[in-house]
C-alpha cells in the first residue's frame, strides 16, 4: 500500500482497517466509517471504487495508522 496507493483493492483495506480500527462504525451504501481514537483528521472513511479503494483515502488510512501506532505505541504491521 505504501509503494502503490493506486493499485489498491477495496477488499484488502478492509481488511487492514478492520485489523487496525475495528469493525466499521458505518457501512452505508458503498462507504466504510472507522472509529479512531481521536476527531478530526486523519478520517478513516474509505469508498468502494468499483472494487477498488481510492488513493487519497489510502492514503488516509496509512496516516491514521502511522499516528495511532506513534501516539499508542502499537505496531500491528
Not at 466499521?24 to 469508498?47: C, E, F, M
Not at 488510512?61 to 495511532?68: D, F, G, H, N, Q
Request: glycine content about 6%.
Amino acid at each position: 500500500m505504501h509503494n502503490n496507493p493506486a493499485n489498491v483493492r477495496f477488499a484488502d483495506l478492509c481488511r487492514v482497517c478492520e485489523h487496525y480500527f475495528g469493525q466499521a462504525r458505518q457501512t452505508a451504501g458503498s462507504h466504510r466509517i472507522y472509529k479512531t481514537p481521536w476527531l478530526g483528521d486523519p478520517r478513516v472513511n474509505i469508498q468502494n471504487d468499483k472494487g477498488s479503494a481510492k488513493v487519497y483515502q489510502v492514503k488516509q488510512v496509512l496516516k491514521a495508522i502511522e499516528r495511532m501506532e506513534i501516539e499508542h505505541g502499537t505496531d500491528k504491521r
